[in-house]
């Protein structure tokens, strides 16, 4: 049984450019969060898909959205990105919602 | 607002002994309250969770303990190993409105395991 899985593991982009992330949930799962967490701190949390649609948002500006497909796959989209978007992202999934949220790997961007 | 906190920021320990991690809460009306580890490199490792109509959870090697009066969570390792070694973060879930499944994290504790 397959758990969460992010892609790429590894990105280094510089100022200015486009990023998409991709995370597919772990097998039953239909709901996807996605949370920054930068150096020696806790994620953030960014926002949450659930039936393709995005339920809440956390503090982030509009750089920063996301899609859900119909088999809960998600992509995180970041546009215009700042030296401040340097991060580990985080994507995690649970049962609908209401229930505990498992994390993938993560990915690791570098913004020059 | 929203927030966790931790009350140690490391801690260190024998190989053998057991741990006791603790986290600050500071909304009361959070009902969903979950342990996680962070191995260095690695996404969270979820460890165990309660619910706040329980005030003690126990699963292998671990215990979690809830104060809603002093609104105080605990983490407890029994036998503590190296490979506990980690980063340990508490979250919690407040129900408002639609935030439900958004987890406000804790800064987080760093155990390091002496052998």
């Known amino acids: 049984d397959a758990g969460v899985t992010q892609s790429p593991t590894h990105l280094i982009k510089t100022r200015g450019q486009q990023v998409t992330l991709r995370c597919s949930p772990k097998?039953?799962?239909?709901?996807v969060s996605w949370y920054q967490q930068a150096l020696g701190q806790g994620p953030q949390f960014i926002f949450q898909?659930?039936?393709?649609?995005?339920?809440q948002r956390g503090n982030f500006p509009d750089r920063f959205s996301g899609h859900q497909f119909p088999n809960y796959s998600s992509e995180l989209n970041v546009n215009a990105l700042l030296l401040g978007d340097s991060a580990l992202y985080l994507c995690a999934s649970s049962l609908q919602f209401r229930e505990t949220q498992y994390f993938g790997p993560g990915t690791r961007l570098l913004v020059l | 607002g929203e927030s966790v906190g931790l009350h140690l920021p490391t801690l260190s320990v024998q190989e053998g002994d057991n741990s006791i991690i603790n986290c600050a809460y500071s909304?009361?009306?959070?009902?969903?309250f979950i342990w996680y580890k962070q191995e260095s490199g690695k996404g969270p490792q979820f460890i165990i969770d309660i619910r706040s109509n329980m005030d003690k959870r126990q699963g292998q090697r671990v215990t979690v303990l809830l104060n809603k009066t002093v609104k105080h969570l605990s983490l407890q390792i029994a036998a503590t190993q190296p490979g506990d070694s980690a980063v340990y973060f508490c979250?919690?879930?407040?129900?408002?409105?639609?935030?439900?499944?958004?987890?406000?994290f804790g800064q987080g504790t760093i155990l390091t395991v002496h052998p």
């Open positions: 898909y659930y039936e393709e649609e995005e339920r």
């Open positions: 909304n009361s009306a959070s009902d969903y």
């Open positions: 097998s039953g799962h239909d709901t």
């Open positions: 979250a919690e879930n407040y129900p408002g409105g639609t935030s439900y499944g958004k987890l406000t």
